[in-house]
Every structure is written in C-alpha cells, then in structure tokens.
C-alpha cells in the first residue's frame, strides 16, 4: 500500500506539475509600445515573478507576474519621459497606486514546431481579465513572448477613439504591444 501511494504522488507531480523552469528575474523584462496618431512610445516594466512548466521538453504553462511601479519610457528623456511616466501611472492610464502589479497565467498552449509555442490566458491589467493569445520562441535560454492587447478593455479608456470622437491629433491608439522576455540564466 506504501509503495502504490508513492508510486501515485511521483505519477501525480511529474505528469500533471511537468519540470518547473527557473527565471531569471534580474535579466526578465517586458518592453511595450504604444502608438497614436503622430507617433508612438516605447518603454519596460520588470518582471515581479515568473513560473514556467515544461513537459515532455516543450512549454506547457506561463505565469507571469509584472511590477507596474516600475513603468518607464526608453524613447524619450528628461521632463517629458517623466510626464509621460507619471500619466502612465495615473488613474488615466494603470492607477498603479491601486493597482501595483499585472499578471498573464496561461490556460491554453500549442506547440507550432520546435521552439515556438502558441499560449492563450489572462492578462490581468487595472484588476480586468482579458484573454488573449501570444507567441512565445525559444531563443537559447531566453523565452521571447510576442502579444497585442486591447487596453480599453482593462479600463484605460484614456484618448480612446473607441469612447471619445474628435480627439484629432491627440488620439492613442486602444491596441498596445508587449514584448516580454523570460531568461532562464
């Protein structure tokens, strides 16, 4: 009876948990681009925690946790990149006040040939889930994950031509772009 109960917590763990992969959060980071109409912005956001699970040597699950109290812009300096990453923070945009963290936790994957993969989940922005789908290529030790997101439907309606009409020149597109990093060394 020991044995078979043994024999069932090794089968339970290594079939259902699959092999925990480490994160190097020190070099994990996720960059985002945001455009509007006369432009765009990029900038990062450090990775708070991560926990990557492989199976039968491919990935089977993300979840991925992003410290919001670290927004920066990388494309402008000065008094402007420190405006833009104040509005960032404000209530118009992450109310990263009340809202200190995002987090992506993946439900679904896909392997798509040797070192790619197709993850769907939440992303969790402003305290909202939305379900998306992103790339993710394995690069060496690093996992490069690839996604667009629909920011209005996190409540960052801010500029949004989708809720307000004649912005002109001032309107920011509702679609955002991540590029998120995973090094596992």
């Known amino acids: 009876m020991k044995n078979l109960m043994i024999a069932l917590m090794l089968m339970f763990t290594s079939n ?10 020190k ?5 985002w681009t945001g455009t509007k109409v006369t432009g765009s912005h990029t900038g990062k956001v450090t990775v708070k925690s991560a926990k ?6 491919n990935l089977s699950s993300v979840n991925v946790v992003m410290d919001m109290t670290s927004i920066t812009t990388t494309d402008i300096t000065g008094e402007y990149a420190t405006k833009l990453v104040n509005h ?5 945009f992450f109310d990263v006040e009340n809202h200190k963290v995002a987090s992506f936790k993946s439900d679904a994957f896909e392997a798509k040939g040797k070192n ?5 989940g939440d992303l969790e922005v402003k305290g909202k ?14 996992y490069v994950a690839n996604f667009t997101f629909d920011r209005t439907k996190h409540g960052i309606k801010y500029g ?4 307000f009409k004649g912005l002109g020149d001032k309107l920011i597109h509702d679609e955002v ?3 998120m990093t995973l090094a596992t060394k």
């Open 88 to 92: 960032l923070r404000s209530p118009d």
């Open 177 to 179: 772009k991540v590029e």
């Open 27 to 31: 070099k994990s980071h996720a960059v």
């Open 116 to 120: 790619t993969y197709i993850l769907k």
């Open 129 to 142: 889930k939305q379900q998306i789908s992103m790339t993710v290529n394995k690069k060496g030790d690093v």
């Open 16 to 25: 259902v948990f699959g092999e925990a992969i480490d994160v190097n959060l």
């Open 160 to 163: 949004s031509g989708s809720f």
């Open 52 to 57: 990557l699970m492989r199976e039968k040597g």
